[in-house]
T-cell receptor, first 115, second 115 residues
Framework: DVKVTQSSRYLVKRTGEKVFLECVQD?????MFWYRQDPGLGLRLIYF???????EKGDIPEGYSVSREKKERFSLILESASTNQTSMYLC??????????????FGPGTRLTVL | AQKITQTQPGMFVQEKEAVTLDCTYD???????LFWYKQPSSGEMIFLIY??????QNATEGRYSLNFQKARKSANLVISASQLGDSAMYFC????????????FGTGTRLTVIP
């Protein structure tokens, strides 16, 4: 059974803290993605990666960075957390290269609260 | 620029009835893919159905079908014989452009099935 896991379901951090959100997939997928989801705004892409050590900015990269040292793991980093980064964070992976292969498989999400 | 529009923030349907969730898109790329996802209250995104821009027939997956009208740039999701477990958020998404692996999501529609 395909699986994407995220390190935490719920996380509470303080303003200014460095925050790491981890995502692991076991499907040998090339592509991995980080989204944030806010009410009324849908899912917005923060960063994605199409290969180990490769990354591209999504639509809202400001305030975030990512790391992909191994194919199965994609980390989202908030260098200095701020209250406007309180949100649901979703990780996804896909095989890619067109058609149904672009189907993304999602993790359960991490609800981050920054106080 | 690519754009996905879901104009119905919320919908209600009686159990066992059919319901249509609207999705319109805008792209200048001749090759694209459209996806629908379901997000129950647990938070995980579940893939429902896929339609490729060159597919001749409308996609169907069990009780889900996609009413694809290419000239009108619409890709509405039809759920037949609604069940209480269909209550969830539903997101329409589009592969952004040829060769890209990331998806662009709409803002979602919250469906509530009434017993």
């Amino acid at each position: 059974d395909v699986k994407v896991t995220q390190s935490s379901r719920y996380l509470v951090k303080r303003t200014g803290e460095k925050v790491f959100l981890e995502c692991v997939q076991d499907m040998d997928h090339e592509n991995m993605f980080w989204y944030r989801q806010d009410p009324g705004l849908g899912l917005r892409l923060i960063y994605f990666s199409y290969d180990v050590k490769m990354k591209e900015k999504g639509d809202i990269p400001e305030g975030y960075s990512v790391s992909r040292e191994k194919k199965e793991r994609f980390s989202l980093i908030l260098e200095s957390a701020s209250t406007n980064q309180t949100s649901m964070y979703l990780c996804a992976s896909s095989l890619g290269a067109g058609g149904r292969r672009n189907e993304q498989f999602f993790g359960p999400g991490t609800r981050l609260t920054v106080l | 620029a690519q754009k996905i529009t879901q104009t119905q923030p919320g919908m209600f349907v009686q159990e066992k009835e059919a319901v249509t969730l609207d999705c319109t898109y805008d792209t200048s790329d001749p090759s694209y893919g459209l996806f629908w996802y379901k997000q129950p209250s647990s938070g995980e995104m579940i893939f429902l159905i896929y339609q490729g821009s060159y597919d001749q027939q409308n996609a169907t997956e069990g009780r889900y079908s996609l009413n694809f009208q290419k000239a009108r740039k619409s890709a509405n999701l039809v759920i037949s014989a609604s069940q209480l477990g269909d209550s969830a958020m539903y997101f329409c998404a589009m592969r952004k452009r040829t060769g890209a692996n990331n998806l662009f999501f709409g803002t979602g529609t919250r469906l509530t099935v009434i017993p």
